[in-house]
């Protein structure tokens, strides 16, 4: 098949363009159905364990107040810069756009930093994630959030390395775009688990 | 590891021994062979590196048969086993090993590839698609599942395979009862297999809503594409759940953490509830492509539209939304309380209604039809009667009082198989005879397979008849051995001849399969059953292209209508071929799902770093994958009118 394979060059694309991007958003939003229902089987383990403290540590002897607070609103205010980096996208400022990917990632790292964090003094407190049925739970949750923010920001930063490579094409605005909406929607899912998980928790 | 699995084989039953060298050595004939004919590039360049769906689709089905031998082997020893009373020939650790690797073999490795040999072989050509929608992710599942199952398989000669049962509940799943690497077998291979399975679902659901021939709406759809949408959307609703609660059993087991176990507030019964969240809806993502396959057998040999064509797809995809509200009925027993499996109890029994609606349609469009019985049709006629039995003893299962009778006794065995056998086998097996012309290029022959077809079928009512009546009788399933005063001796030893009839029926499909490739009769028409879906309009096997130039579709049974309006005389003459674009073909995917491989073998040992070395190279073949720029490349007018007049013979 070698002697085939030709560069794309004058010959008009055929099944190129907007319509091969489309199936790529459109897959993309299945995945984030999918991914969806991931993170409510989480929600309902956690709901089910939550009380099944052992004796251990309970939600609100654990969670502190500002610490969670500012993790919220770090990956709020993340989702916004990435809001304005979408906006930068639809105005074709290509630098721009690549100035509000880097400030997202530096608000998604901080956000996970202290998530990390938040993580070892809870251990460090003994409340490890062998510990009991609730922590087990509350671990894989979170955790599992928290990993998916960190793939984001790997994926956002491979993004902005071909932004500065090609500029703004169909296919670097896709891979944008999906990159951004993954953003977001696992802003939707903190804002559960900021309800569930520790509105829920403090309140007893 | 090396010393654990090393330790293993020393002390193994022979029989262990003996397969782990045979194993080797059928490696080493492989290694050998392809060496000696210099097949390798061929191997590497046609096959591993393809994302041709028409070859992933091939390589699905192979698999798939190779599993069902080993699924079959396991079958026909457990019902030796069980033949007599206080038989000796496994032991009761055995036992409980072959009937996990049973299932779990049937259901991930037969069941589902089968289904997604089908649709990769089918789909883009019944809807005048050229390739799926994401060809690369397309390889990326196949190899996930190649990989998963091979990661399964080897539990067998590596280390001892998963002995909880297929469902592999906890606390008897968790590391306190099950110390061996068994479990984490199960639970790495199927989270692999898993991941590829979720993104077949994407795959199939975008190419189907967005890749379809230019006039041909949703309701032109041939019915086996519907069927397919609908197994595709329950995928990626159904497999998140058991994403979850093999993840967090793993958890349990390599991390030491107390989801499902018995001591530090586990739940072991929300395990349960995960595993059927999925393990429910996971039946239909398996029978609901057959129920396409079934309406296109049908209608092609009765010569007849489907009847009810509107009715069709909107029971699938009622199904398909009841089939997720019904998991508690593995489960009445928990004791949720009357509420609870009294809405469960009924929804299960409503299942029966869309698929009762199909069952009519079927036979409606049989009726005063021109049927002519071949082999395709033969199976689907058989399938019908066997599944209608199916769901009637489902429904029996599903009222919650007699339930609570026959839960986990032979009669939920002889459920399950009637419904897996003689609905998603017997479909599939329809299906494969059916398509087999389109893949291959020649037909199976019709004498054997009418052989191995009367050898499967009635050994399949001689197997499973008297398990029903055992059911009753009190015996439970998952039991190695029983006295005889239980009197259930003479049943299970019927059984077990059926068991061994549908062997040999097994045996005839190798057979035919082998005589055919040299003496089956070729098909050069493209169009060997007068057919109406698009596949049948283009040659067998289908250029790599599929289609020179994308039809236009005008209603329902595509090349039907166009076969009768060539006839008539007014077919619109073609237009002028275009260069068509082509994905290029790539060893990732092969790569990434051997780096998933490696992580999870490594996990499997409690080998961290092995384990990290493989997802660092998941992650590399991601980011690769990310950054290349692969735009495929484009086939010259000249080139497709050249492969057009040698396939095409012209
Ligand atoms: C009207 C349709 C159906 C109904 C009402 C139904 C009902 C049930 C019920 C209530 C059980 C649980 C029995 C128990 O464990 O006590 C069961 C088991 C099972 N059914 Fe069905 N079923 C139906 C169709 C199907 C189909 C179409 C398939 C597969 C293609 C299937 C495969 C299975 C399997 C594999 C099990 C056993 C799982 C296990 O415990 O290992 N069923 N069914
Ligand atoms: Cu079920």
Redesign the pocket.
Known sequence: MEATEKTISDQKPQEHGMEEEEKYVLGFWLFLASDLVLFASLFATYLVLRTHTDGGPTEAQLFEIPVFMLETFLLLTSSYTCGLAMHALKNGHARRLIGWIAVTVLLGLAFVGIEINEFITYSSEGATMQRSAFLSAFYALVGTHGLHVSLGIVWLISVAIQLMRKSIQPTTARKFINAGLYWHFLDVVWVMIFTVVYLMGVMG | MVHQIVEYLRNADPLIQMSAAAIVLTLLGIIFALTYYKKWRWLWREWITTVDHKKIGIMYLICALLMLFRGGVDALLMRTQLAFPNMNFLDSQHYNEIFSTH?TIM?LFV?MPLIFAMMNIVVPLQIGARDVAFPFLNAVSFWLFFFGALLFNLSFVLGGSPDA???SYPPLAELSHSPGPGINYYVLSLQISGIGSIATGINFIVTILKMRAPGMTLMKMPLFAWSVLASCIVIIFAFPPLTVALALLGLDRIFGTHFFTMLHGGNPMMYVNLFWIW??P???I??LP?YGILSEIVSTFSKKYIFGYKSMVASLMLISVISYF?WV?????MGAGPGVNSFF?VA??A??IP?GVKVFNWLFTMFRGRIRVTLPMLWALAFIPC?VI??????????APS?YQ????Y???A???Q??IG??VFGLLAGMYYWWPKMFGFKLNETLGKWAFWFFNIGFYVCFMPQYALGFMGMT?RVYTYPAETGWGSLNFISTVGAYLMGIGFLFIVVQVLYSIRYGERDTTGDPWDGRTLEWSLPSPAPHYNFAQIPTINGRDAWWEMKQQRKAGSLVSENELKPIHMPNRTPLPFLMSLAFFVSGFGLVFNQFTIATVGLIGVIVCMLWRSLEDDRGYYLSVDEIKQTEASVRGA
């Open positions: 299932g259901i069941a049962g297929w469902v393990g429910h996971e039946v239909y398996a029978i057959v019904v009925h593995h489960f009445f027993t109890a299960s029994m299942v029966g698929t599944f199916g769901g009637a003893t489902g429904i029996t299962l599903a009222s339930d026959l839960h986990n006794s009669f939920v065995i459920h399950f198989h419904t897996l609905g998603a399933r």
